[in-house]
């Protein structure tokens, strides 16, 4: 079916530009973008005046498929993405059984195919159980269909296993994401050190650590010449650094989540387990860096880090709890909290969010101009809502946003022109 979306905003991250405008939905592809008029037949949808972008490619999503489907599975997922204005999931390695092997890829890509209304992708495990002693067959998994390779928060701690597994993804001209953080400095951290982990009482890992584990991946990257991407830079310590590897023209990138650029240590308060989060929480003056370096481009991606976990593991004492929160349906009222602060423009929010992380991973989508994937978000920026965890999509609902005023609700997703949220999704 034609789609005809009349009185849009519509936002181009690539040009950085607001404007409005008309879109055409044909065939899967952004037919047209302007004055254009309604085709015959064509379904009209009048999007009054709210705002039209590339919808969210989100990278480092938990799924529980394979091994944990009670937290959630890919309908659930795909459900609350679409919900949340994430068109495209990119799903982590870090399943029960790890995706490790070109048969498991085979069985969650079908499986993903079979059950989401949004677009799933999978990234593959780096070594074999994430175990850090063996690395996979990166050809086998890349001919299968990965689109990265990731041990997660398994961080490989062989610097001779790692520089294996780097020189052999750069032969083949594969991405590599890395978790920066020392392994030894940060076991069994609950909080970031200083003066609120001691008042808490609560094991911290020094912001240091995140600094220590960057400059060690990016030494190996500096000798073998992998591509590379730093799942979440969360502290001010580690950015000179990332500067300096870009300066020298290291094929380096990085990432932050939504919930370090909006929360802050001091948001734990009474032991809050839905604010446990890995790495965990940092201080504010760190929250205001991260913002500026995605504002300046030096951070290119974010993503929700979406993690489900159930009540039994988030309802224990803050430092046994199970790190991670759900992020795929709050995700772009989270973002509106820094377009509403003037921290972060639309455009530049989806830069971040769609247009970069579908170019470092080599897809069409994330792009407003003719010829596109018909990815599309409609959303309204400025409508407000409480938010109630118990109305969320996720099988879990460990979102640290429960009970918070948010603004900014989705009021359609497409997926390759197919309407898969909204009045009439």
């Known amino acids: 079916m034609t789609l005809f979306l009349e009185n849009a905003r519509v936002i181009d991250p690539e040009a950085g530009e607001i404007r409005e405008a008309n879109v055409i939905l044909d065939n899967g592809l952004i037919a047209a973008i302007g004055d254009a008029s309604a085709p015959m037949d064509a379904r009209i949808i009048d999007c009054g005046g709210k705002y039209l972008a590339p919808g969210i490619v989100d990278i480092g999503v938990k799924i529980g498929e394979p091994g944990e489907r009670h937290r959630e599975s890919f309908r659930s997922a795909g459900l609350a993405a679409a919900a949340g204005g994430v068109t495209t999931i990119i799903a982590r390695p870090d399943t029960v059984p790890a995706i490790d092997t070109p048969e498991v890829l085979e069985f969650v890509t079908r499986r993903a195919l079979e059950s989401s209304p949004v677009r799933i992708r999978h990234m593959a495990a780096l070594t074999k159980g994430r175990a850090g002693r063996e690395m996979t067959e990166i050809g086998f998994l890349l001919d299968a269909g990965a689109v990265a390779f990731t041990d997660g928060d398994h961080v490989v701690t062989d610097t001779k296993v790692l520089s294996r597994a780097l020189t052999y993804a750069r032969s083949l001209g594969a991405l590599v ?25 609560l094991p911290g890992v020094h912001p240091m650590a995140e600094r220590i584990g960057l400059d060690r991946d990016l030494g190996l990257i500096e000798m073998t010449g992998a591509r590379y991407h730093a799942d979440q830079i969360t ?42 989060l890995s ?31 159930d009540e039994e593991s988030k309802r224990l004492p803050f430092e046994e709890a ?15 909290r820094l377009y509403h602060a003037g921290a972060l423009s639309l455009p530049d929010l989806f830069r971040a ?60 997703t497409f997926v390759a022109g197919r309407q898969v949220f909204g009045q009439e999704g």
């Open 322 to 336: 199970q790190a991670g929160a759900v992020a795929l349906e709050t995700f772009l009222p989270a973002m509106m």
């Open 235 to 276: 502290t001010a310590r580690s950015l000179p650094t990332l500067q300096r590897a870009k300066a020298n023209g290291l094929p380096v990138t990085a990432g932050v989540s939504i919930h370090h650029l909006t929360l802050n240590e001091l948001d734990v308060g009474d032991y809050r387990s839905f604010f446990k």
């Open 177 to 201: 994401i890395g978790h920066p953080q020392d392994p030894g400095l940060s076991a069994g951290a609950a909080v970031t050190s200083g003066k609120f982990a001691s008042l808490m009482g």
């Open 279 to 309: 790495p965990p929480l940092r201080s504010e003056e760190d929250r205001l860096a991260v913002v500026a370096a995605v504002a300046e481009g030096l951070i290119d991606v974010i993503s929700s880090m979406h993690t489900p976990a």
């Open 353 to 412: 969010a769609s247009l970069n992380p579908a170019r470092l991973l080599g897809l069409p989508q994330g792009r407003m101009e003719e010829g596109a994937p018909a990815d599309l978000v409609l959303f309204d920026p400025d409508a407000p809502f409480l938010l109630d965890r118990f109305t969320l999509r996720s099988k879990s609902r460990n979102t640290p946003f429960d009970g918070q005023r948010m603004e900014g609700r989705v009021q359609a």
